[in-house]
């Protein structure tokens, strides 16, 4: 099966400050998106990406798709308290059980005042 | 709108009790999934509905039962949970199974404790 490697797997940042995180994958994808999740809550989709090279923003975020459509990153700048919880990368291709989406273990951010 | 309903928010229950989970969407989208998440682990996909057949099962124990009503409708059924069961369950919908472009949009979730 697809292996998605997601990392870092937590940070500690000052607010203010730029987050980057990234994806990686044995396999190609075809869609890479990008949730964050807060304790007890359900993900919530942040970006979504459909393009290999694709870059998009959403206010303060930023997601790339890789060209070589085994990576994604998404940057999160100027950084604030309510930025705080889990970012999933999840992915999906095209393959057999093109249903599924894979997902990343997650990137727990804590920003502090 | 892009909004998946799910109910209860909180579920406690037996090990012997009978509970069902809900979901709701009016999105229009045809597929609608079950996940189930453990605390600090990303969320694990359970069942896929497709045009309101079931059409993926990933090899999940028949004490959980699902049930798609209608496009808009997706019940989970638990029966003689065991504690280990106890988890976050997800609901998810998207607009086309096979569409390449395809998002999932996710429910508030479940907190289910069994005990």
């Known amino acids: 099966g697809q292996q998605l490697n997601q990392s870092p797997q937590s940070m500690f940042i000052q607010e203010g400050e730029d987050v980057s995180m990234n994806c990686t994958s044995s396999s190609i994808f075809n869609t890479w998106l990008w949730y964050k999740q807060d304790p007890g809550e359900g993900p919530v989709l942040l970006i979504a990406l459909y393009k290999a090279g694709e870059l998009t923003s959403n206010g303060r975020l930023t997601a790339q798709f890789g060209i070589t459509r085994k990576d994604s990153f998404l940057n999160i700048s100027a950084s604030i308290p309510s930025d705080v919880g889990i970012y999933f990368c999840?992915?999906?291709?095209?393959?057999?059980?093109?249903?599924?989406?894979?997902f990343g273990k997650g990137t727990k951010l804590s920003v502090i005042p | 709108d892009t909004e998946v309903t799910q109910t209860p928010k909180h579920l406690v229950m037996g090990m012997t009790n009978k509970k069902s989970l809900k979901c709701e969407q009016h999105m229009g989208h045809r597929a609608m999934y079950w996940y189930k998440q453990k605390a600090k682990k990303p969320p694990e996909l359970m069942f896929v509905y497709s045009y309101e057949k079931l059409s993926i099962n990933e090899s999940v124990p028949s004490r959980f039962s699902p049930e798609c009503p209608n496009s808009s409708l997706l019940n989970l059924h638990l029966h003689a949970l065991q504690p280990e069961d106890s988890a976050l369950y997800l609901c998810?919908?998207?607009?086309?199974?096979?569409?390449?472009?395809?998002?999932?949009?996710f429910g508030p979730g479940t907190r289910l404790l069994v005990l």
């Open positions: 998810a919908s998207s607009q086309l199974p096979t569409s390449v472009q395809e998002t999932q949009y």
């Open positions: 999840a992915g999906r291709y095209s393959g057999a059980g093109s249903y599924q989406l894979t």
